[in-house]
């Protein structure tokens, strides 16, 4: 039995054309997360960050997954079919492409583009079209509430009991397109050092943490995912 886990980031999704976030052209060198992404930018301009994710969620919707996502998709089918382990996909993206690619579950630490919450009764519901300020709460019937149902800095990322439980339990660690820069997810593969798994980093460049991995593969995702999981 070799159980799994995977963390994918915004370099799993590049080659389906959705930016990444510190590269050459990415979206925090267009954009300042500081008024797009925290709290406290959604109480001072909500329009503002309304637009941006209104923006994200149109590219989302003409991307398709890659061979990357596939290959993912594929070891996850594998494993539960030859019975060889458990895997936990967990995703620092709030796209659904693993989804549309066929992973099971996947974890979305940070959230997903396509919930919205209401601040103020709670509800959380599958909304892909634009969100305004204007735009009431079916639940509740208020208006000026609703948020993208996404962690912005300063917020606590979802799951992470439930991952920490994985990885203490995991004999194998991927990362899979992402810097190593934003922790809690940058720390996880200490975690899975401490439980004695293989590291393995699939990235295009060496990121903030790449030391600490046992094998490294760079590359396109869509070239070194599949080529890993195939012989995996
Ligand atoms: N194939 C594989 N890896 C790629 C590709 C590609 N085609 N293109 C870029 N990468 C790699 C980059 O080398 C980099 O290591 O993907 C990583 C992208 O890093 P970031 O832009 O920092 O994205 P990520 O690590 O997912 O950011 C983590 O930061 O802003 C927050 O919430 C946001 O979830 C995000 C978190």
């Known amino acids: ?3 799994i886990v995977i963390l994918t980031g915004a370099g799993v999704s590049a080659e389906s054309g959705l930016g990444t976030f510190r590269d050459k052209g990415g979206l925090w060198e267009r954009f300042d997360w500081r ?11 909500p329009e503002e960050v309304h637009a941006f994710y209104n923006a994200r ?19 996850e089918r ?9 895997v936990l ?23 997903e583009l396509l919930k919205s919450r ?10 892909a079209d634009a969100l305004s300020v204007e735009r009431m709460c079916a639940a509740c019937g208020r208006a000026g509430g609703l948020r993208p149902d996404v962690v ?17 339990a995991c004999d ?3 990362a899979v397109g992402t810097s190593g820069t934003v922790y809690p997810a940058a720390g996880f593969v200490q975690e899975a050092k401490m439980a004695g798994a293989w590291t393995v980093e699939l990235t295009l460049e060496p990121g903030e943490v790449s030391p600490l991995f046992d094998e490294r593969l760079y590359g396109p995702a869509t070239e070194v995912v599949p080529r890993w999981c195939a012989a995996a």
């Open 152 to 168: 912005w800095f300063g917020e606590m990322p979802k799951g992470l009991e439930r991952i920490y439980d994985a990885l203490a």
């Open 118 to 127: 209401c601040e103020d009764c709670g509800d959380v519901f599958a909304h």
């Open 1 to 3: 039995m070799k159980n």
């Open 35 to 45: 008024t797009l992404a925290t709290p406290e930018a959604f109480a001072a301009n």
């Open 78 to 86: 594998r494993w539960r079919e030859e019975g060889r382990g458990d």
């Open 172 to 174: 194998l660690f991927v």
């Open 57 to 75: 969620r149109e590219n989302l919707a003409a991307a398709k997954p890659n061979a990357a996502h596939d290959a993912l998709a594929g070891l």
């Open 89 to 111: 996909l967990v995703t620092q993206n709030i796209d659904d492409l693993h989804e549309q690619a066929g992973s099971a579950a996947p974890l979305h630490m940070h959230g």
